[in-house]
């Protein structure tokens, strides 16, 4: 069986925080064997945190989870799991405890999306994406939260998007689906504060060198459309998720922080401009 092609590890990495800021720490990532999840593991493993990646792809989370270990010297477990199947994320949780004891931060990372039109969306199409988004936050983080955020305390780091701060055509399936996961944040931060557990969001726009800023046609805009003048890089993103989940970003907690260069604000959302742009990569299913 051949080896999936994986995102590369970093040949260099400037550590912007102390190299062992999360010693003694577990991370579980969903979504972890590739793009912004694979870059979130690096990263947090490059300080010293050991993971749990997964997904649906075993083959692809195993060549990531070796390539992981070898840049980083920390351990990686990958672990099969549908975040849409409770019983799955169940399982997955028990062979992490199983491995690590403990699970100390949480990145629900995965996702899914496609360009559609609204009026010619299918339900079930249209239901997929809040299931996986959504329903799979909401699955995976009340599982780790019974089985030890509880009673250790804990973050939780949910990536969204910035597509329901102003609506966008295309993507009403995901920004409905990003747009409950913000106010799902929102609501696990004020009922599990208590328990001594944080619940952030990190909300990126456009980030190069990924399947979904190619595959959504996020390579169609233009770095003129974006206040910084450029788009993001999956490292920065990954920065962002290490900082709330460190003692440095010990007070964030129920807010969702939008990475995109100021993107939302200026880049073009539903008119004559963003249907030119995207003309063609239109689908109304799955």
């Known amino acids: 069986m051949s080896i999936p092609k994986i995102d ?24 972890g064997g590739s793009g912004i999840g694979f870059r979130i593991a690096e990263i947090l493993m490059r300080h010293e945190c050991d993971t749990v990646i997964a997904s649906r792809n075993f083959a ?4 990531a989870s070796e390539q992981l270990e070898c840049a980083t010297g920390r351990k990686c477990l990958p672990v099969e799991m549908d975040v849409r199947n409770s019983e799955d994320v169940s399982n997955a949780v028990d062979l992490a405890m199983d491995q690590f004891k403990q699970i100390n931060i949480l990145v629900n990372n995965a996702a899914g999306n496609f360009l559609a039109p609204l009026s010619g969306m ?5 239901r997929t994406i809040l299931d996986i988004d959504t329903v799979g936050t909401f699955n995976t983080s009340t599982t780790v939260y019974e089985q030890f955020l509880k009673d250790n305390g804990g973050v939780i780091v949910n990536i969204s998007a910035t597509l329901a701060h102003r609506g966008q055509v295309l993507q009403a399936h995901s920004g409905t689906a990003k747009a409950a996961v913000d ?5 696990m931060a004020v009922e599990w504060g208590p328990d001594r557990v944080r619940v952030v969001g990190v909300a990126p726009g456009p980030i190069a060198e990924t399947e979904g800023n190619t595959r959504l046609g996020g390579d169609c805009y233009r770095d003129h459309h974006i206040p910084l003048g450029r788009v993001g890089t999956k490292e920065e993103i990954a920065n962002i998720v290490l900082f709330v989940a460190s003692e440095a ?9 939008v990475a995109d260069g100021g993107a939302w604000m200026t880049m073009p959302n539903g008119m004559k401009e963003i249907a030119d742009l995207m003309k063609g990569k239109a689908r109304s299913m799955l």
């Not at 590369?8 to 979504?31: E, H, Q, S």
């Not at 299918?122 to 249209?126: H, Q």
């Not at 106010?183 to 609501?187: F, G, P, V």
């Open 8 to 31: 590369a590890c970093l040949k260099a990495y400037k550590y912007l925080f102390r190299p062992d800021l999360l010693r003694g720490n577990v991370a579980f990532i969903t979504g």
């Open 249 to 257: 970003g010990s007070l964030i907690s129920g807010e969702t922080i």
């Open 122 to 126: 299918s339900s079930n199409a249209y």
């Open 60 to 63: 692809r989370l195993k060549a």
């Open 183 to 187: 106010a799902l944040t929102k609501h």
